[in-house]
């Protein structure tokens, strides 16, 4: 039976949301491509219809990531600025929520060190998703104290991603809590959306 189009799309997004799932629960090395297929009710064969390579599979599960994720993290947002549209994306991502729901959560903790050791496709994709997302950033966040609107937003990108990481890493212990909890503070300090700058008393 010759299938179109439109099926062979859909079975593409299958095979990149079982890929998303188990790279979020274990990683690029535990999500071997049998594995994959196996998650999206697929046959191993009909893998490489899809997709040239493993490496090729993590380069386009980033790439639909960052896609799907943009509305989650920045839907209804269009209006704000400055600090309001600062605090609602923080909090939307340095949650409990987004750390411990292994289903939807963020997958760029489990991955950021196979991403460093990955191919060129890979890397280049993950950095046009974190460029995309520091656009949009720096199209609503002003900069402040000589830092331009474009690096405060790749500051912040790192910062909550970087902390993300390190309460995933440190889940099921009181330091991951207070991680999160220091992040947003450290981020929203002083209603202004932005860290304290250097010599200036928090509060």
């Given amino acids: 039976m010759r299938y179109g189009p439109e099926h062979k799309q859909a079975t593409r997004e299958r095979i990149l949301a079982a890929a998303e799932n188990l790279f979020r629960k274990q990683g690029f090395e535990g999500a071997s491509v049998e594995r994959v297929m196996r998650a999206a009710g697929l046959t191993v064969g009909g893998f490489y219809a899809h997709f040239t390579s493993k490496d090729s599979l993590l380069a386009e599960s980033v790439r639909a990531f960052f896609q799907r994720n943009g509305e989650r993290w920045l839907g209804g947002l269009e209006?704000?600025?400055?600090?309001?549209?600062?605090?609602?994306?923080?909090?939307?991502?340095?949650?409990?929520?987004?750390?411990?729901?292994?289903?939807t959560g963020c997958v760029m903790p489990s991955i950021l060190s196979d991403l460093a050791?990955?191919?060129p496709e890979a890397r280049e994709v993950f950095a046009e998703g974190i460029d995309g997302l520091a656009k949009e950033m720096a199209a609503h966040v002003p900069g402040e104290?000589?830092?331009?609107?474009?690096?405060?937003?790749?500051?912040t990108v790192t910062f909550v991603i970087g902390a993300m990481t390190?309460?995933?890493?440190?889940?099921g212990l009181?330091?991951?809590?207070?991680?999160?909890?220091?992040?947003?503070?450290?981020?929203?300090?002083?209603?202004?959306?932005t860290a304290p700058s250097a010599g200036k008393k928090s509060h």
């Fill in 117 to 119: 050791r990955g191919t």
């Fill in 79 to 103: 209006e704000l600025r400055g600090s309001e549209w600062l605090s609602h994306f923080v909090r939307r991502y340095l949650n409990r929520h987004i750390r411990d729901n292994m289903e």
């Fill in 174 to 193: 009181p330091l991951s809590d207070e991680i999160l909890e220091a992040a947003r503070e450290f981020l929203l300090a002083d209603g202004k959306g």
């Fill in 145 to 155: 104290d000589g830092v331009t609107a474009r690096k405060r937003a790749l500051a």
């Fill in 166 to 171: 390190l309460a995933r890493a440190t889940k």
